[in-house]
């Protein structure tokens, strides 16, 4: 499963933040990220997985 949410997260960061952690603070830290840039996004949710486990 843990695969799934980091290709989620690469492909559409805050679905793989969603996924995770559901609707909360980051999920929608992450939507601004994504927002801003797509790299942030990616490496925000990637973050948000691994610590998460």
Known sequence: MELIKIICAILV???GVF???GIGKHF???????ILGYI???VHAIWVIAKNK
């Open 13 to 15: 960061p805050p679905f």
């Open 19 to 21: 996924l995770q952690v």
């Open 28 to 34: 929608w830290i992450n939507i601004i990220l994504t």
């Open 40 to 42: 942030p996004g990616i």
